[in-house]
């Protein structure tokens, strides 16, 4: 028997990518339209608690993700969404210059009536400057793909999407089965 969870996001495509995984713990993942208010705290999880508590169907999940880069000191980090909707990457690698480590982290909220749990999924990697956009340069480190050249599986297994879906999915199975 399938548990329903409520995901809030106007992300169709992380819709599909959650629901593909989570299908996989028996749950039925609902999209949730309703855009909620984003706040653009210093850290991910800060902005996944102000977005969850906002839910009014349960149990539901919300995602903030970003990507970090080290030789820019962690930007674009919590404001990643916000910088790609302003400018292109083309722009962003300008200020890199030369290829550079950097990291995706993605944080799920959980909230049901009684609980309140928080997941993160997080990939090192390099950026390859000579790409067009952030999905074909970003490689994680031992993977020798980029995120554009992998399958669904290998994202599911490598991405930080992937790896806090999975968290989350495992949390869940126990405690539904419980």
Not at 23 to 42: F, G, H, T
Not at 64 to 92: A, N, Q
Not at 111 to 122: A, N, S
Request: hydrophobic share 40%; glycine share 6%; net charge positive.
């Amino acid at each position: 028997m399938f548990q329903k969870i409520h995901f809030y996001t106007t992300n169709k495509y992380k819709f599909e990518f959650a629901r593909k995984i989570l299908r996989e713990y028996n749950l039925e993942v609902v999209m949730e339209r309703k855009p909620l208010i984003e706040i653009q705290a210093k850290n991910l999880v800060e902005n996944v608690k102000f977005k969850i508590r906002q839910a009014n169907k349960f149990p539901c999940i919300v995602e903030d993700s970003g990507l970090f880069i080290k030789k820019l000191r962690g930007f674009p980090g919590t404001i990643t969404k916000y910088v790609f909707e302003k400018i292109d990457f083309k722009i962003l690698k300008k200020l890199l210059e030369e290829n550079c480590t950097a990291c995706f982290i993605s944080v799920i909220g959980y909230r049901d009536e009684f609980d309140e749990k928080y997941f993160v999924g997080k990939v090192k990697g390099i950026i390859d400057i000579s790409k067009n956009n952030i999905d074909e340069a970003f490689h994680p480190f031992g993977i020798g793909k980029s995120y554009a050249e992998m399958s669904f599986n290998e994202l599911k297994a490598y991405s930080d999407w992937g790896k806090s879906f999975r968290k989350l999915g495992e949390y869940l199975r126990l405690r539904f089965s419980a």
